[in-house]
């Protein structure tokens, strides 16, 4: 899990990689319940707002407020910056 920026609000957040699940776990931690799917490695995450889908290079992002979202590697690249 790495520290990231946007307009100075620091946020959690972690890449999905295909191989570490346990860090997609821990940031959603107390959030979501988590399904890990094989071929190709995905992970469906259940939230109170219904089923969301991880794919590889997605992030998993916990905000300021503490909510956990994905979002697309290329929505996330042009939001956020590494601390």
């Given at each position: 899990?790495?520290?990231?920026?946007?307009?100075?609000?620091?946020?959690?957040?972690v890449?999905?990689?295909?191989?570490?699940?346990?860090?997609?776990?821990?940031?959603?931690?107390?959030?979501?319940?988590?399904?890990?799917?094989?071929?190709?490695?995905?992970?469906?995450?259940?939230?109170?707002?219904?089923?969301?889908?991880?794919?590889?290079?997605?992030?998993?992002?916990?905000?300021?407020?503490?909510?956990?979202y994905?979002?697309?590697?290329?929505?996330?690249?042009?939001?956020?910056?590494?601390?």
């Amino acid at each position: 899990m790495a520290k990231y920026q946007k307009n100075g609000t620091e946020i959690d957040a972690v890449q999905w990689t295909g191989f570490n699940i346990d860090e997609v776990v821990e940031i959603g931690k107390g959030h979501l319940s988590v399904q890990y799917l094989d071929e190709p490695p995905t992970v469906r995450i259940h939230m109170p707002a219904g089923v969301q889908t991880l794919t590889l290079g997605d992030y998993l992002v916990r905000g300021a407020d503490g909510n956990v979202y994905p979002m697309k590697m290329e929505q996330f690249d042009k939001e956020f910056n590494k601390s």
